[in-house]
């Protein structure tokens, strides 16, 4: 039985990572930088799904996807299905990503959402006829780096809400 401290857990955590994925950047910074975002919601997915297998659904991931297609502006449900594919993903390999270093981590972190980026931009560039770029990269690199504090943040969350 899930107990209310579990579900604001994942709310206020899934909550916290659209507001950051929505995140203005002033427009005295330097342009390049938007492109240096992490993917928050698939990295706060990831961590639900390996740390708290059994509280995170696919529903609960589709829904996810579906208010962060609206947030964006993307293709509605594009995010739904690959935040779903990284959900059932992650439940099967959660054991050995657990026993990873936090290097290996980084380094299939950067794996898994290059792959989502990658399948973002085809269907963009399909649909909107944005061409593919190397900027596909930068998203997936900046989790990369950003995953252990997001990690760190997280597991000092569930003990708190003594979640296990």
């Known amino acids: 039985?899930?107990?209310y401290r579990e579900i604001l857990l994942i709310?206020?955590?899934l909550l916290f990572s659209f507001i950051l994925s929505v995140l203005?950047?002033?427009e005295t910074w330097p342009q390049w930088l938007g492109w240096f975002r992490p993917s928050w919601t698939y990295m706060v997915i990831i961590f639900l799904a390996i740390e708290l297998t059994n509280r995170l659904g696919l529903m609960a991931s589709w829904l996810a996807g579906?208010?962060?297609d609206v947030l964006v502006a993307d293709l509605l449900g594009l995010n739904a299905i690959l935040l779903v594919l990284v959900?059932?993903?992650s439940w099967q390999i959660y054991e050995r990503f657990r026993m990873?270093?936090?290097v290996q981590q980084c380094l299939l972190i950067f794996l898994i959402l290059f792959l989502v980026e990658l399948i973002k931009g085809v269907f963009q560039e399909q649909s909107w006829g944005r061409e593919l770029s190397m900027?596909?990269?930068l998203p997936a690199f900046a989790s990369m780096f950003v995953w252990p504090i997001v990690r760190f943040v997280l597991r000092k969350l569930t003990t708190w809400a003594?979640?296990?």
């Open 11 to 13: 709310l206020f955590s």
């Open 1 to 3: 039985m899930r107990t």
């Open 24 to 26: 203005y950047i002033p």
């Open 162 to 164: 003594e979640v296990s």
């Open 100 to 102: 990873y270093s936090i």
């Open 135 to 137: 900027a596909l990269v």
């Open 87 to 89: 959900t059932y993903g």
């Open 66 to 68: 579906l208010i962060l």
